[in-house]
């Protein structure tokens, strides 16, 4: 089934390790989207993509990093981890015309 | 910048009966407005916008929301509720560059 699909689904993080996040979509989207989860705050956006090769920044975007080197994959980086950032990360994509986002399923971080 | 509240953190309704769960937003120019929901360990999926025309939203599993605009609201409504109703619900509304904010959620509960 196509979609937005997001690796890996799960992963624990000594503070200090760093780790990337990968985001791919198969639909040709334009747009591209991380928002991160927490109990009780919704989802918050960390960093988005308006097409390939560009970024910017959301809500909430102190120590991440992102790339968008090919149109379908949007890559979510952590530097230097921290217990703050633990959390649930969401991926989304959207078309240019399109007005629905279109959710991976999601990965658990958690940073000890 | 754009805002949604959802004031309620757990609604609880019974089965058959009517469901409603309330958002309000803050956003300037003509507001575009989703409601996503979210089962366990899984991504969001849509549910239901508005963007222009009739105050009276149908979407999928029987959902509608109404559009309020002198209230500046849109809530989700139900006519009968069903136990696999039983979810997370977000409401979101379309900011600059296109991006969702969300709000905080709404864990609806219904008991059988």
């Known amino acids: 089934n196509a979609g937005v699909t997001q690796t890996p689904k799960f992963r624990v993080l000594k503070t200090g390790q760093s780790m990337t996040l990968l985001c791919a979509q198969d639909?040709?989207?334009?747009?591209m989207y991380w928002y991160r989860q927490d109990p009780g705050m919704g989802l918050r956006l960390i960093h988005y993509?308006?097409?390939?090769?560009?970024?910017a920044k959301g809500e909430v975007p102190d120590g991440y990093n992102v790339s968008r080197l090919k149109k379908q994959n949007f890559l979510l980086g952590l530097e230097s981890a921290a217990p703050s950032q633990t959390s649930v990360y969401f991926c989304a994509s959207r078309a240019d015309r399109g007005h629905g986002y279109t959710f991976g399923s999601g990965t658990r971080l958690t940073v000890v | 910048a754009q805002s949604v509240a959802q004031p309620e953190d757990q609604v609880n309704v019974a089965e058959g009966n009517p469901l409603t769960v309330k958002c309000t937003y803050s956003?300037?120019?003509?507001?575009?407005l989703f409601w996503y929901v979210q089962y366990p360990n899984r991504g969001l999926q849509f549910l239901l916008k508005y963007i222009t025309g009739d105050n009276l939203v149908k979407g999928s599993y029987g959902f509608e929301a109404e559009f309020n605009k002198s209230q500046t609201s849109f809530h989700l409504k139900k006519p009968s509720a069903l136990v696999s109703d039983s979810a997370l619900y977000f409401c979101?509304?379309?900011?600059?560059?296109?991006?969702?904010?969300f709000g905080s959620g709404t864990q609806l509960t219904v008991l059988p």
């Open positions: 956003v300037s120019g003509n507001p575009y």
């Open positions: 639909m040709n989207h334009e747009y």
């Open positions: 993509s308006v097409g390939e090769g560009t970024t």
């Open positions: 979101a509304v379309r900011g600059s560059a296109r991006q969702l904010t």
